[in-house]
């Protein structure tokens, strides 16, 4: 038997975890070969442009200011080798007083018509300088690349290719990478699809970065006032406005790391942490909504925090089968989790709706005393959590109900504060909670369906886990998060129908979310903490329903919107597929 290294070394050792962001840095390697454009590549992307109904113009915008000319002939030429001919380049300099660095972009000037070139006699600032690029724009669409980074060839390609798929597409974005002073392409950052509230914990959507222009002018172009963050001031802008927000699953942008840089060193500009949460708080305003973004564990990235709409009642939806942790203790995990709420809760207009099976042992009858209790009495013979839920949000009279196992202890003590704030924003229908299990592993941070079916993401990663640019610690959507605490308004869960008895044990909960997600959005949010024991109340020996649950929704397994389609379907680490995609698979 051949037995692995890596199989001898502990799962949470310094070395293993060295050892996997090799064989990451391998994959993506490996990524980038499969994905080389050759003569074959280019012949098949120019058939393509040669076929497209619309080719529309695309101006690249670039500010520069003391530019390394090294790194800027670099971003120059990579505009000169794109693939897509119909682009010009907006390059306006803000006052750098470089002759070596006026002549180099008057020799590109003279080389190429399509690029365009201003000399400011004042520095103006970022916002300024890239409005007067704007001023020099005739393309339907703006293009924003810095003057240090670098387009893939096939960049404006994908980005025709994408407003030749969705007409109504007002802001494009793509995945990026970044790349070293010499050349070397690493980190890359497989993004999901539009995710509102992701954007407003960190610009995701920042490179590549295309914005219809005739929005842009609509929104007020760039404001001077968020200088360093200027750009994710627009694209919170224009995204609001935006009729579309559209994906290209791609890596189309190539992020220089320099010490200088917030690529390479983000604690290198604090001041554009400042000007980033100004701009979220501006969105927020702009909404009509009360908050404001406040720090996060990780440098230049942000955790809004929004006014309550009032003190709406709330009602926490349990189904119990009022088990003993151990036998013969005197303790019930019902018992626990009510001691937590009531002692660790600060949010305290809420309802407890008990769903309970008529065996309520006479010991915990007289303890469950003291809590205000609406009792349901499950009567049916076969156990099925689905009708137990129903049978409790149908008892329930809040406004919003959280369904919880009773297998769970508060962490957060504003958990349902967290939880409840996120129905301020418009188009939001429901809001999961992060658990962890007893040893401070990661139960639930969101699920993705992915080729195997629902997966939770990160499942028993360490409670302080990053995860791809820090989505286990951040806000963000995903298609369904976990009914074993999960918020909703009690009218949608009605509305669409509550959870499905078919599914009698397990699924229920994301099949609930996929009909779900036609009322609105799912937000999951690390900021609301609980331990989780699991599925103490179920059983054993239940047979899986995944056969039903992957037949019912085939058309969003293995294609969720809120994951990457180069990662892998069977990883919920969101590591890299192992067979790397072609371009052809994707054009």
């Given at each position: 038997?051949?037995?692995?290294?890596?199989?001898?070394?502990?799962?949470?050792?310094?070395?293993?975890?060295?050892?996997?962001?090799?064989?990451?840095?391998?994959?993506?390697?490996?990524?980038?070969?499969?994905?080389?454009?050759?003569?074959?590549?280019?012949?098949f992307?120019?058939?393509?442009?040669?076929?497209?109904?619309?080719?529309?113009?695309?101006?690249?915008?670039?500010?520069t200011?003391?530019?390394?000319?090294?790194?800027?002939?670099?971003?120059?030429?990579?505009?000169?080798?794109?693939?897509?001919p119909?682009?010009?380049?907006?390059?306006?300099d803000?006052?750098?007083?470089?002759?070596?660095?006026?002549?180099?972009?008057?020799g590109?000037?003279?080389?190429?018509?399509?690029?365009?070139?201003?000399?400011?006699?004042?520095?103006?600032?970022?916002?300024?300088?890239s409005?007067?690029?704007?001023?020099?724009?005739?393309?339907?669409?703006?293009?924003?690349?810095?003057?240090?980074?670098?387009?893939?060839?096939?960049?404006?390609?994908?980005?025709?290719?994408?407003?030749?798929?969705?007409?109504?597409?007002?802001?494009?974005?793509?995945d990026?990478?970044?790349?070293?002073?010499?050349?070397?392409?690493?980190?890359?950052?497989?993004?999901?699809?539009?995710?509102?509230?992701?954007?407003?914990?960190?610009?995701?959507?920042?490179?590549?970065?295309?914005?219809?222009?005739?929005?842009?002018?609509?929104?007020?172009?760039?404001?001077?006032?968020?200088?360093?963050?200027?750009?994710y001031?627009l694209?919170?802008?224009?995204?609001?406005?935006?009729?579309?927000?559209?994906?290209?699953?791609?890596?189309?942008?190539?992020?220089?790391?320099?010490?200088?840089?917030?690529?390479?060193?983000?604690?290198?500009k604090?001041?554009?942490?400042?000007?980033?949460?100004?701009?979220?708080?501006?969105?927020?305003?702009?909404?009509?909504?009360?908050?404001?973004?406040?720090?996060?564990?990780?440098?230049?990235?942000?955790?809004?925090?929004?006014?309550?709409?009032?003190?709406?009642?709330?009602?926490?939806?349990?189904p119990?089968?009022?088990?003993?942790?151990?036998?013969?203790?005197?303790?019930?995990?019902?018992?626990?989790?009510?001691?937590?709420?009531?002692?660790?809760?600060?949010?305290?207009?809420?309802?407890?709706?008990?769903?309970?099976?008529?065996?309520?042992?006479?010991?915990?009858?007289?303890?469950?005393?003291?809590?205000?209790?609406?009792?349901?009495?499950?009567?049916a013979?076969?156990?099925?959590?689905?009708?137990?839920?129903?049978?409790?949000?149908?008892?329930?009279?809040?406004?919003y109900?959280?369904?919880?196992?009773?297998?769970?202890?508060?962490?957060?003590?504003?958990?349902?504060?967290?939880?409840?704030?996120w129905?301020?924003?418009?188009?939001?229908a429901?809001?999961?909670?992060?658990?962890?299990?007893?040893?401070?592993?990661?139960?639930?941070?969101?699920?993705?369906?992915?080729?195997?079916?629902?997966s939770?993401?990160?499942?028993?990663?360490?409670?302080?886990?990053?995860?791809?640019?820090?989505?286990?610690?951040?806000?963000?959507?995903?298609?369904?998060?976990?009914?074993?605490?999960?918020?909703?308004?009690?009218?949608?869960?009605?509305?669409?129908?509550?959870?499905?008895?078919?599914?009698?044990?397990?699924?229920?909960?994301?099949?609930?979310?996929?009909?779900?997600?036609?009322?609105?959005?799912?937000?999951?949010?690390?900021?609301?903490?609980?331990?989780?024991?699991?599925?103490?109340?179920?059983?054993?020996?239940?047979?899986?329903?995944?056969?039903?649950?992957?037949?019912?929704?085939?058309?969003?397994?293995?294609?969720?919107?809120?994951?990457?389609?180069?990662?892998?379907?069977?990883?919920g680490?969101?590591?890299?597929?192992?067979?790397?995609?072609?371009?052809?698979?994707?054009?």
């Amino acid at each position: 038997m051949r037995l692995r290294l890596s199989k001898l070394i502990p799962a949470r050792s310094p070395l293993r975890r060295r050892l996997a962001r090799l064989k990451s840095r391998q994959a993506y390697q490996r990524w980038i070969r499969r994905r080389a454009i050759g003569p074959q590549e280019r012949d098949f992307l120019t058939e393509r442009i040669e076929a497209m109904a619309h080719t529309p113009l695309f101006s690249v915008v670039m500010p520069t200011y003391k530019s390394d000319l090294r790194f800027l002939s670099r971003a120059i030429e990579s505009v000169l080798q794109q693939i897509y001919p119909h682009w010009e380049l907006c390059i306006v300099d803000d006052g750098s007083a470089m002759p070596a660095l006026e002549t180099l972009l008057r020799g590109y000037a003279e080389t190429d018509s399509r690029v365009k070139v201003r000399v400011l006699a004042a520095n103006g600032g970022i916002a300024a300088a890239s409005n007067a690029a704007l001023d020099m724009a005739e393309g339907e669409f703006i293009a924003l690349l810095d003057h240090d980074d670098e387009l893939a060839p096939h960049a404006l390609f994908a980005m025709a290719d994408a407003v030749n798929r969705h007409p109504a597409a007002d802001m494009i974005y793509s995945d990026e990478d970044k790349i070293s002073p010499r050349g070397r392409r690493f980190e890359p950052f497989f993004k999901p699809d539009w995710s509102p509230e992701y954007m407003l914990s960190c610009m995701y959507t920042c490179h590549l970065g295309v914005y219809r222009r005739a929005v842009v002018e609509a929104v007020g172009r760039f404001r001077s006032a968020f200088d360093l963050a200027q750009d994710y001031d627009l694209a919170l802008r224009v995204s609001a406005a935006a009729r579309a927000v559209v994906h290209v699953p791609d890596v189309l942008y190539h992020w220089r790391v320099t010490p200088q840089s917030t690529s390479g060193n983000p604690d290198a500009k604090p001041a554009a942490e400042l000007a980033a949460r100004r701009a979220i708080d501006a969105a927020i305003a702009a909404k009509g909504l009360c908050g404001r973004a406040l720090p996060s564990a990780f440098r230049g990235m942000h955790r809004v925090s929004l006014d309550l709409p009032g003190k709406p009642l709330v009602s926490l939806v349990i189904p119990s089968a009022a088990r003993r942790i151990a036998p013969g203790a005197e303790r019930w995990y019902l018992l626990d989790l009510l001691r937590s709420i009531s002692a660790r809760s600060t949010y305290k207009n809420v309802e407890i709706v008990l769903v309970h099976n008529g065996d309520i042992e006479p010991k915990l009858a007289a303890e469950l005393a003291a809590y205000p209790i609406r009792y349901v009495h499950y009567t049916a013979a076969l156990f099925n959590i689905a009708d137990k839920l129903n049978l409790g949000v149908e008892a329930a009279t809040g406004d919003y109900v959280i369904l919880m196992n009773d297998d769970m202890a508060v962490v957060e003590p504003a958990w349902i504060e967290e939880m409840l704030m996120w129905f301020s924003m418009p188009g939001v229908a429901g809001v999961g909670a992060k658990l962890l299990f007893p040893d401070d592993t990661v139960q639930h941070a969101g699920v993705l369906l992915l080729g195997v079916g629902p997966s939770h993401v990160y499942y028993k990663a360490a409670k302080d886990y990053a995860g791809q640019v820090a989505g286990a610690r951040l806000v963000r959507n995903y298609s369904a998060v976990t009914g074993a605490c999960l918020m909703t308004r009690r009218q949608d869960y009605l509305e669409v129908g509550g959870f499905d008895p078919f599914f009698r044990i397990n699924y229920n909960d994301i099949d609930f979310c996929m009909r779900l997600l036609k009322r609105g959005r799912i937000v999951f949010t690390p900021y609301a903490l609980l331990y989780h024991y699991e599925s103490v109340s179920k059983g054993e020996g239940i047979p899986s329903e995944l056969p039903q649950f992957n037949a019912r929704w085939r058309d969003m397994v293995g294609n969720d919107p809120m994951y990457n389609r180069h990662l892998s379907q069977n990883s919920g680490f969101m590591d890299l597929a192992p067979h790397p995609r072609r371009l052809q698979d994707d054009y």
